[in-house]
Each structure stands twice: as C-alpha cells, then as structure tokens.
C-alpha cells in the first residue's frame, strides 16, 4: 500500500512538474532507507542529497529564474496582504481574490492567476492571520511525539522545508504526506 502511495506521489508531481517536491519526496525516501542503514553505510545518503539537489538545481534553471521570481512576488503579495489584514486575515481560500490589488503596482513575471502563494506559512498568515498561524504551531506542537527518531524527523524537516516554497492546504497531495507523517511510526525506527 505504502508503494502504492509512494507512486501515486511520484507521479503527480511529474505531473504537476514540481521538481522540488520530487526532490524532496526522494530525499526523505532516502532517508527512511539511510534509518535501516548501518551508521558507517549512511555516507550513502550523502550522495544521494548531493546528486538530488544537483538534479534539482539543473532542473530550476531550465525554466528559468523566473519560476524562483514569481514566487518571490506572491511572497511580498501575502505578507502584504497579512498586514492589512494581521487577526484574521482575509478568509480561506481568499488569496487569489485579493492578492492581484497587492501587485498591481508592479509587472507581473508570471500573468497566470495563482491561488495559493506557494508558502503555507504565509497563506496561513495571508487568510487566516496569526488565530491562524497560531493555530497551526499548536497541530505541529501536538503531534511532537509522532515524530521519533533520525528518519520521521528528518522526513518532517523535509515536508516543513516544502511547506515554504510550495505547500497549500488547497493541494491534496499536503494532506496526504501530513497524514503519513502523523501515523504511528511502530518500530521502523528502532535500530536508530
């Protein structure tokens, strides 16, 4: 089942062509491998980071920067618009009505309408204000205990980092990898 998933996974973010979220999902597979490793074997991962990010940073320049710039715009437009807006932000699901007044000063790098600003952090902020974002470190604070050992911490630093440049409560794959980290770990971790 879990290969399954892992598939389902790998093939919506071809489809999707997210080479940071491939990245990402092969670098916490790594990693929940590296945890079965011996600790003398674990150079390995090592490598693997060092050939993923390189693939991933070829990969970013093929489109050119101006995939990195267009997020950087949606960035200032949120943390734009959570200043307007700091309690309760604009509502959920609301980026998309508002945040084309936030850049309307400037030429857009990328015209197409975006609905999230590819930061969960900031869309928390953005449409929910800080009731919101507070809300959210409390869920992480909570499920603390589902994240022992190298890999399941390893694998939430990995889906935090893809949660600042990418991850929306709208996309159903952040639901998906937030209830595989939140499951019971059992003892997959206890050589670690």
Not at 3 to 9: A, E, S
Not at 19 to 40: D, K, N, Q, S, V
Not at 145 to 163: I, K, P
Request: some cysteine.
């Amino acid at each position: 089942l879990l290969l399954v998933l892992w598939t389902l996974l790998c093939g919506g973010l071809i489809a999707l062509q997210s080479r940071l979220g491939l990245f990402l999902l092969g670098l916490a597979t790594a990693l929940e491998f590296a945890a079965h490793l011996r600790p003398r074997n674990r150079w390995l991962l090592l490598a693997l980071f060092v050939v993923g990010l390189a693939l991933t940073l070829s990969g970013l320049f093929d489109k050119g920067m101006a995939g990195v710039l267009a997020r950087v715009q949606l960035w200032q437009a949120a943390w734009a618009i959570f200043l307007q807006h700091p309690w309760l932000g604009i509502g959920p699901h609301g980026f998309l009505n508002v945040y084309p007044d936030a850049l309307a000063t400037v030429g857009w790098v990328d015209p197409r309408l975006t609905p999230w600003p590819h930061s969960l952090p900031l869309e928390l902020l953005a449409e929910g204000g800080i009731l919101m974002a507070l809300a959210a470190c409390l869920l992480l604070f909570s499920a603390r205990g589902a994240f022992r050992g190298w890999a399941s911490g390893s694998a939430l630093a990995l889906f935090l980092l893809l949660c600042l440049v990418e991850a929306s409560t709208l996309r159903l794959w952040f639901w998906v990898l937030l209830v595989i980290l939140l499951l019971p770990s059992g003892n997959r971790n206890s050589r670690t």
